[in-house]
């Protein structure tokens, strides 16, 4: 049965693919927008820090996030399951990307903005892979990571050329709401697997038997 395998695994490199892009692209330029759009800068008692330590400081909030989200997301598996969990986590990630691109925010909600993002675009990891492990048989489970992992690695390098492109031609919000529309489309992906008609994980038995439920 297809569904058991082939079809989830090209929907899987789709997400993948849009996943990728959008992770490459927020690390190698969430700087610059953030230093370019907002250029703030803070002082600690005699120590003036200016709009590229801000940007630097904000980048590793938006890491530190996505490091203890990880937790969280193992937890949210366990309980509800790694489809619904990487489902909403990009919903979330795309939601809050639309508004760091579109909204002009003061220095703290700029910063609670990117933690929820980081948290949501890094807080899947659980759930995909967990959801990586279930579909590949035990014998192709090695093979099943490597092939995902060759697409992502693949779109996610072409992410920051484009992304500069985009910068330079159009302006660097106007990248970034494509990165949130990523997100969004890496979302679609996750969806298509509710269906049966895709992903098929009742009971195994015969693949004519199967095709019918």
Same mark, same amino acid.
């Given at each position: 049965?297809?569904?058991?395998?082939? !079809?989830?695994?090209?929907?899987?490199?789709? !997400?993948?693919?849009?996943?990728?892009?959008?992770?490459?692209?927020?690390?190698?330029?969430?700087?610059?927008?953030?230093?370019?759009?907002? $250029?703030?800068?803070?002082?600690?008692?005699?120590?003036?820090? $200016?709009?590229?330590?801000?940007?630097?400081? %904000?980048?590793?909030?938006?890491?530190?996030?996505?490091?203890?989200?990880?937790?969280? *997301?193992? !937890?949210?598996?366990?309980?509800? *399951?790694?489809?619904?969990?990487?489902?909403?986590?990009?919903?979330?990630?795309?939601? %809050?990307?639309?508004?760091?691109?579109?909204?002009?925010?003061?220095?703290?909600?700029?910063?609670?903005?990117?933690?929820?993002?980081?948290? *949501?675009?890094?807080?899947?990891?659980?759930?995909?892979?967990?959801?990586?492990?279930?579909?590949?048989? =035990?014998?192709?489970?090695?093979?099943?990571?490597?092939?995902?992992?060759?697409?992502?690695?693949?779109?996610?390098?072409?992410?920051?050329?484009?992304? $500069?492109?985009?910068?330079?031609?159009?302006?660097?919000?106007?990248?970034? %709401?494509?990165?949130?529309?990523?997100?969004?489309?890496?979302?679609?992906?996750?969806?298509?697997?509710?269906? =049966?008609?895709?992903?098929?994980?009742?009971?195994?038995?015969?693949?004519?038997?199967?095709?019918? =439920?």
């Amino acid at each position: 049965d297809r569904r058991r395998y082939l !079809y989830p695994m090209l929907v899987l490199v789709g !997400y993948f693919a849009a996943y990728s892009v959008v992770v490459q692209g927020t690390v190698a330029f969430i700087p610059a927008f953030i230093t370019d759009v907002y $250029g703030y800068s803070f002082s600690l008692g005699t120590i003036d820090f $200016g709009p590229e330590s801000f940007a630097d400081f %904000t980048l590793s909030v938006l890491l530190v996030g996505a490091a203890f989200s990880r937790f969280v *997301g193992g !937890y949210l598996v366990d309980r509800f *399951g790694h489809l619904s969990v990487l489902f909403w986590t990009l919903i979330v990630a795309s939601v %809050t990307m639309f508004v760091f691109a579109l909204a002009s925010l003061g220095p703290i909600l700029l910063l609670v903005v990117l933690l929820i993002f980081g948290v *949501g675009l890094w807080g899947n990891s659980p759930a995909r892979d967990s959801l990586v492990s279930d579909l590949g048989p =035990d014998e192709r489970e090695g093979r099943t990571f490597s092939y995902l992992w060759t697409a992502s690695r693949i779109f996610g390098a072409i992410s920051p050329t484009a992304i $500069g492109f985009l910068a330079d031609s159009a302006g660097i919000r106007e990248g970034f %709401t494509y990165l949130a529309g990523a997100t969004f489309v890496a979302a679609l992906f996750v969806a298509i697997l509710f269906s =049966d008609r895709v992903f098929y994980q009742g009971p195994s038995g015969s693949p004519d038997a199967t095709l019918d =439920d």
